[in-house]
């Protein structure tokens, strides 16, 4: 079974559009994450949530919201859609350590294309 | 997360050793040194991580060097599925679990 599953794999669309991409994990972890990796392949965080809170990287628009029904998914919207919104987004978990030992589980990653 | 320096990219022949460096001067104390992979096409995994002392495991080695300032993946016999693109990362305890990655040292390995 895969541990971190999205959905889409693929999401081409046009300029404007609301979207969203599904994120599962089946770990029992505490944490979630959404990264996104442009075209020149830099991974950058957008986002971290647990069921206690949520940690925004400041350079994220305000276009872009998690949503969390429960612990095992983190959905991520994202609002009228623009041209540098194309990228590939990965989401990711772990366990809630505050050590800096713990380990993250990456998804397959959506591939998201606007035109 | 404080920053590391790695370069662009190696090459290694297969089945030989291969020593990934990464330097990391202002690293503080309580930062852990991790290490993750990106096949191409496919989300980070998870590789290795330390904080003091060499660490091994089934997929690598971590060798730390006594100052901390600077750390070597060490993969004991290439293969060409570990061509992937690889990043060092520190790890501040308390520091929202968020991974910050820089841009890696891409390892071809050839047949």
């Known amino acids: 079974d895969t541990a971190v599953s999205q959905t889409p794999k693929y999401l081409v669309t046009q300029m404007g559009n609301d979207k969203s991409i599904k994120c599962e994990q089946n770990l029992g972890h505490d944490t979630m994450y959404w990264y996104k990796q442009d075209s020149k392949k830099f991974l950058k965080i957008m986002f971290s949530?647990?069921?206690?809170?949520?940690?925004i990287n400041e350079t994220v628009p305000n276009r872009f919201s998690p949503k969390s029904p429960d612990k095992a998914h983190l959905n991520l919207h994202i609002n009228s859609l623009e041209l540098g919104d194309s990228a590939v987004y990965f989401c990711?978990?772990?366990?809630?350590?505050?050590?800096?030992?713990?380990?993250?589980?990456f998804g397959p990653g959506t591939r998201l294309l606007v035109l | 997360d404080a920053k590391t320096t790695q370069p662009n990219s190696m090459e290694s022949n297969e089945e030989e050793p291969v020593h990934l460096p990464c330097n990391h001067s202002t690293i503080s104390g309580t930062d852990y040194i991790h290490w993750y992979r990106q096949l191409p096409s496919q989300g980070p995994e998870y590789v290795i991580h330390?904080?003091?002392s060499n660490v091994n495991n089934r997929m690598a080695s971590l060798a730390i060097a006594e100052d901390r300032k600077s750390s070597t993946l060490i993969l004991h016999r290439a293969t060409l599925r570990d061509a992937a693109v690889y990043y060092c990362i520190l790890r501040q305890n308390n520091a929202g679990n968020m991974l910050t990655f820089g841009g890696g040292t891409r390892l071809m390995v050839k047949p």
């Open positions: 949530y647990n069921n206690k809170e949520l940690i």
């Open positions: 330390g904080l003091t």
């Open positions: 990711a978990s772990s366990q809630e350590l505050t050590s800096g030992q713990e380990t993250q589980y």
